[in-house]
Each structure stands twice: as C-alpha cells, then as structure tokens.
C-alpha cells in the first residue's frame, strides 16, 4: 500500500483540491518551449511484474527546462490563490516560496530565469494545467533524463552515469544558477541533470508496506525508506538515488532542491 493519501482521505484531499477552481491561464510569452522526446523503451529499475523487462513510453512533449522563477510569478500573478499565503496548508506547506520576498515579488536568492523551488506537487500541477499541460509521468521524465548529449539511452554509460552521480554529491548552493546554461541532450532537453530535482505526476509509485517487502516475493518488491530491494539493474545508482527521493516526498512537501517542468501528449493534449 503506498504511503500518503489513499481511501477517503485522499477523496477528501481531492474534494478539497477542487475547490480552488481552474488555473487562469496565463502570458503565454513566458511559456517554456517544449522538444518532442520519444518514442522509447525503458528498462524500469523495479518491474511492476516478472514479465515488465521493458516498458512501451509513447513521444510526448516535454519542457527543455525547468519552470523559472519568472514563470511562476507571472503564474501566481493571475491565480492569487496559489500566491503564498493564500493556499490551504493541505497543499503546501511552510515553506512554499521560501525564496520569494513577498507573494509576488522574488527575492535575492531567487533570480527570475532560475528555476523555482520550494513548491509543492499540487501547485506544480496547477501550474501545469493553466498552461494546458501537466506534470510528466516517472516514465516520461526517466526516458528523457536516460539521454546523453549524443544517445538516446546512455543509462550504462559509465562515464554518463559518474556525471549524474557527481552532481547529485554537491550539496544545494545558496543560490540556483539560471536555467539552460548546460548543453542540450539528445532530445533536445536541458537541465535534467545537475540543477533540481523535479517533480513527476506519479511520484509517490514507489512505496509498498511493510507486509509487501515481507511478502518475499522478489518480483513484486518495491524500493521503501532506505532499503534496496529487488532493483532490476543494480548498477544504475542514479535511477535508484532518484527513485529514493521521489519515495520520501508528500505531495505538500516544498524544498529548497525540488522544481517541475510540464509535459504534454502530442498535438498539445494534456
């Protein structure tokens, strides 16, 4: 069972959720482009089944960087429900744009073409659907993030691999660099590695109970805490290190190392 809002919590978490009304859309001129990645085939680090080996992830169109600070202002300008302050601590949590100086005015430590942070899966979401978009699934942001600067998977390419890991060692500085400094990769995407964390729409698919882990079932084991269990390629640490974060996060949880990019199925359907 997967940790968080299920059964009639999460019926009452959504009930609440949809109180705060549709996204205004916003100016469109600080929409981010998007580049077409996929189709593809993903080895997935922990199979929901003895037979998944590979799973099938249509082409999609995903963001080339991160949401920027200036985006969401502009986003938060036209839904002052989603400005801080204004959002039900059921969706965020204290520390929602903990950069910003004000609900509508960004502080020293948040640079306008920087990627924004401290926000939750929720508002990233609605951030999303006001663009007419949405947050890309674990597999759509894995296949993405699986490319080198050259190749489309170079999940074991050693020295792509130390690359990723190198990062993910150095701790979070003061301030974020701007976003699209580092070089595209082969789909055309930037800043998948080596800037934020990012959220998924399906983050939290991860966690199983304690009863499943002792079930002893070694093709139905998930990742849980800090345990490794049943990772289908054992070598790629990275996949693992990003599947071990996304497993601690609820859905409110802001930090100062997690941002979003949005995603869209072709011809622009969300």
Request: charged fraction near 20%.
């Amino acid at each position: 069972m997967k940790r968080g809002y299920g059964g009639k919590a999460a019926a009452s978490v959504l009930g609440v959720f949809l109180t705060l009304g549709t996204s205004t859309p916003f100016a469109s001129g600080l929409q981010t482009d998007a580049a077409k990645v996929g189709p593809g085939v993903l080895r997935p680090l922990y199979p929901s089944s003895p037979d998944e080996a590979e799973v099938a992830v249509q082409a999609f169109l995903l963001d080339r960087t991160p949401v920027t600070n200036a985006q969401y202002l502009a986003f938060v300008r036209s839904n002052p429900r989603w400005q801080k302050g204004q959002v039900p601590r059921l969706f965020v949590d204290e520390n929602y744009l903990a950069l910003w100086a004000s609900p509508t005015k960004l502080g020293p430590r948040a640079a306008p073409n920087a990627p924004v942070v401290h926000v939750s899966w929720f508002a990233a979401k609605a951030y999303c659907e006001a663009r007419g978009a949405r947050l890309p699934t674990e597999n759509e942001w894995e296949l993405a993030a699986a490319a080198s600067e050259t190749q489309p998977d170079a999940s074991r390419d050693p020295a792509f691999l130390a690359r990723i890991l190198a990062w993910y060692s150095r701790p979070t500085p003061e301030r974020l660099p701007e976003v699209a400094q580092g070089r595209a990769n082969y789909w055309g995407v930037q800043d998948l590695h080596g800037l934020v964390w990012e959220w998924v729409l399906d983050f939290g698919n991860a966690l199983v109970s304690g009863d499943s882990r002792e079930s002893g079932d070694p093709d139905t084991m998930r990742f849980c805490g800090a345990g490794a269990l049943s990772a289908k390629d054992r070598e790629d640490y990275a996949s693992f290190m990003r599947l071990a974060f996304r497993s601690s996060l609820q859905p409110a949880y802001t930090t100062a190392n997690l941002g979003f990019r949005c995603a869209r199925s072709p011809g622009g359907v969300p």
